[in-house]
């Protein structure tokens, strides 16, 4: 039980330090569950060998562990708010290589998946330093990554039907 608690204490802070806005699990029969941060009230663990999440509306929703191959902790830019539904980016094979970029970034996604309209790129503290909006339907963008300083950043990519997230760092 103590070693629950040590790591419910890490994915707790984890969603704080972050600025975390969805934690999905994703259970061993391929299923996902994404909840939105803001909206659990505490996570805890029984001792019959469950994971209850207790949202801010007090309704439980209960996890063997027996069940669950991993929990996201998605991390997010401050303030992001996508128009679209947002996925995570392991479900759509979302991919930004290399990382870390040095000059020229590529950006792709499942070819079975609508394809990229929109790129957009934050800073780490939620500041929109590049967005591109024409660009041609594909599921393999690139571009230049020059005008960046050396840092983290949160690339959001913007299909028909959804949106996505992916990290990086910038050399």
């Known amino acids: 039980m103590k070693i629950y608690t040590l790591l419910i204490c890490i994915l707790l802070i984890s969603i704080r330090q ?10 061993t029969d391929g299923t996902a569950t994404n909840t939105l941060a803001p909206l659990i009230k ?13 949202k801010t509306d007090n309704t439980v ?8 191959s991993y929990l996201i902790v998605q991390d997010l830019p401050m303030g992001f708010s996508p128009s ?16 870390p970029v040095a000059n020229e970034v590529h950006v792709r996604i499942d070819t079975d998946k609508p394809a990229i309209e929109k790129i957009q790129i934050q800073s780490i503290t939620g500041q929109i330093v590049q967005t591109w909006n024409d660009l041609p339907k594909a599921n393999d963008v690139q571009f230049s990554s020059d005008n960046l300083l050396p840092g983290v950043y949160f690339c959001t990519i913007y299909t028909s ?4 997230v992916v990290k990086f760092i910038k050399q």
């Not at 929703?61 to 669950?68: E, G, K, R, T, W």
Request: proline residues 6%.
């Open 18 to 27: 972050l600025n975390a806005q969805s934690v999905i699990i994703k259970n």
């Open 84 to 99: 679209k539904p947002l996925v995570s980016s392991q479900s759509i094979g979302l991919g930004l290589y290399p990382n």
């Open 161 to 164: 039907e959804f949106s996505s």
């Open 61 to 68: 929703s209960n996890y063997p562990l027996s069940s669950i």
């Open 42 to 54: 505490k996570i805890t663990f029984s001792t019959t060998g469950e994971m209850l999440i207790q």
